[in-house]
């Protein structure tokens, strides 16, 4: 009897990264990496297994009860696969808070697991680029992390028609809730979950929840209003918060800043997280079908003091994962011919030449940062050539018998088809020049 085979497939929601799918991913995580490191943020690193109990502490009730991969080590321990790094960094600021340089400013791109139904942006494993700021209380951490998410879009040539980012503030949120329903810091906190789950049930259980928290008809239509109000009307309604005048200083600073039209306020955005205290924020993808969003951040005050007794370090950062990112760079039409970049040579091979002869060559190309290999399979020369077109090599090195004995090879473009015979000295200086 045989045995069953075993699947080719990898685990549900997780993606194997050929090589053409690695390029793509690096180049673009290179280009975000080159222009965090331009902005001055230096990046950092932890461990993908992390302690239960740091999830079940703040990142609220869906990530780490429903969402974490979790499981007990041989000696007991309690531990999570990472479904997020906000906490990781936390606990890194936390450790050598005594050492560190504030305002830090971070970033890092690990990758995460949250046990979710796979769909179109969202699966169980993902990539996520997180920037973060520590140690500044004021506007200024807050627009420079929006203005990094912009600039970090704006990388691959993206236009404020392909994107905008909503803003809103949860001290914001809570004191507006209160003064229209009434409600205490916990009713408030009750109303934001159904307002942050409100694209997700049918209007009739959104009002149903409300109305249970005694919220009538007369303060949803309230609620309501807001959704579609720009700022400056919105902070009217409670121009003493500590929010509006959070939310204030933003908006303006973003328009200072000529970010103004990236940009808008949307009272809906609330974010999952439970350590957000004050600015939150998502981009979204302007086309449909992208309707995940893309990134999400915001600011938390509270974090890093799970850790260091009567200290108050506070945190502004985003996280943005591959996944939104290629179907928005897919949907827009945003990726270049990265296959075909630059030289790339293949030395090709007959029997009656010294298998040294082509050694010797393709390491003094290598020696040159020339990227060549030496063709290694069956020595058929046609199949030689379809190995280096299906390769995506830009040209072939031919030195038969006959060119040898002259100290000579053929050089072929395989896009041009041109041929142009060189010395062997000289081979590096062809492509070099
Ligand atoms: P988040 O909103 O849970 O925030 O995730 C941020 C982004 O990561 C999402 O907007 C999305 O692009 C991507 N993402 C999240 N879950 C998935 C998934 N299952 N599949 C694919 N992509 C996903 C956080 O994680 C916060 N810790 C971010 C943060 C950093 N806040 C402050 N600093």
């Not at 600021?93 to 942006?121: C, D, H, M, T």
Request: hydrophobic share 40%; with cysteine.
């Amino acid at each position: 009897m045989c045995a069953q085979l075993l699947s080719t497939q990898p685990y549900k929601g997780t993606r194997d990264f050929y090589p053409d799918d690695m390029r793509l991913r690096n180049w673009f995580f290179g280009k975000i990496r080159t222009a965090l490191e331009v902005a001055a943020f230096e990046e950092y690193n932890g461990p993908m297994l992390e302690s239960l109990e740091m999830y079940i502490a703040k990142s609220g009730e869906e990530i780490a009860n429903e969402q974490t991969y979790n499981f007990t080590d041989r000696g007991g321990r309690r531990l999570a696969v990472r479904p997020e790094m906000t906490p990781t960094v936390a606990r890194l600021v936390a450790g050598k808070i005594g050492e560190l340089n504030f305002p830090l400013k971070w970033f890092s791109i690990p990758n995460l697991y949250r046990y979710e139904r796979p769909q179109r942006g969202r699966l169980r494993e993902h990539w996520q680029v997180n920037v973060d700021i520590f140690g500044c209380d004021g506007y200024e951490a807050d627009m420079e992390v929006i203005s990094t998410a912009v600039m970090l879009l704006r990388q691959f040539n993206a236009d404020e028609s392909m994107f905008k980012v909503h803003i809103n503030n949860r001290r914001f949120f809570n004191d507006v809730i209160a003064t229209i329903a009434g409600t205490d810091a916990e009713g408030s906190k009750r109303v934001s979950k159904i307002v942050d789950k409100k694209n997700k049930v049918t209007r009739d259980a959104y009002e149903e929840e409300m109305q249970r928290l005694g919220i009538d008809a007369d303060k949803i239509a309230k609620i309501d209003a807001l959704y579609n109000m720009s700022v400056d009307e919105a902070v009217a309604i409670c121009p003493d918060s500590q929010g509006s005048k959070e939310l204030i200083e933003l908006f303006s600073a973003l328009r200072h800043a000529g970010l103004d039209k990236y940009c808008v306020f949307d009272f809906g955005i609330i974010r999952g997280l439970d350590y957000y205290t004050g600015t939150v924020f998502e981009v979204f993808d302007e086309a449909p079908e992208n309707n995940r969003a893309m990134f999400g951040g915001g600011r938390y005050d509270n974090l890093v003091g799970l850790f260091v007794k009567n200290t108050n370090v506070s945190g502004v950062g985003f996280g943005f994962g591959d996944v939104t990112l290629e179907n928005f760079l897919v949907t827009h039409d945003l990726i270049p011919d990265i296959y075909n970049e630059g030289t790339k040579v293949l030395v090709t091979r007959f029997d009656d030449v010294p298998y040294e002869k082509y050694i010797s060559i393709t390491n003094s190309l290598r020696d040159a940062g020339i990227v060549s290999s030496m063709y290694i399979g069956s020595k058929k020369f046609g199949k030689q050539i379809d190995y280096a077109v299906k390769g995506r090599y830009s040209h072939v090195i031919i030195m038969g018998a006959s060119e040898l004995e002259t100290s000579n090879v053929k050089i072929k473009n395989l896009s041009t088809r041109e041929e142009v015979t060189v010395s062997i000295s000289s081979i590096t200086d062809y492509f070099l020049k």
